[in-house]
């Protein structure tokens, strides 16, 4: 999660690409209306959740060359 400018907390990025904030009702993004020619809020489905990153663990393990791999480089 980042922190804008604007002190708001970005959850992840829409298929746009515009950005995903949290309010009371829930996840929303920010699009802009042509006709109207203003910015409006457009908010998520409620089964939406932001994907939580896991940092996996990364084993370091011993490999063997082989005769073939020599070849391979």
């Known amino acids: ?3 804008k400018s604007n002190d708001k907390i970005v959850y992840g ?3 746009d690409g515009s950005d995903i904030y949290k309010e009371k009702k829930g996840y ?4 802009w209306n042509p006709k109207t ?3 409006y809020k457009k908010y998520l489905a409620k089964s939406w959740k932001p994907k939580v990153n896991k940092t996996k663990k990364i084993i370091k393990t011993k490999t063997q060359k082989s005769f073939w791999n020599i070849f391979n480089l």
């Open 1 to 3: 999660m980042v922190v």
């Open 13 to 15: 990025s829409w298929k």
């Open 28 to 31: 929303y993004i920010i699009q």
């Open 37 to 39: 020619e203003m910015s």
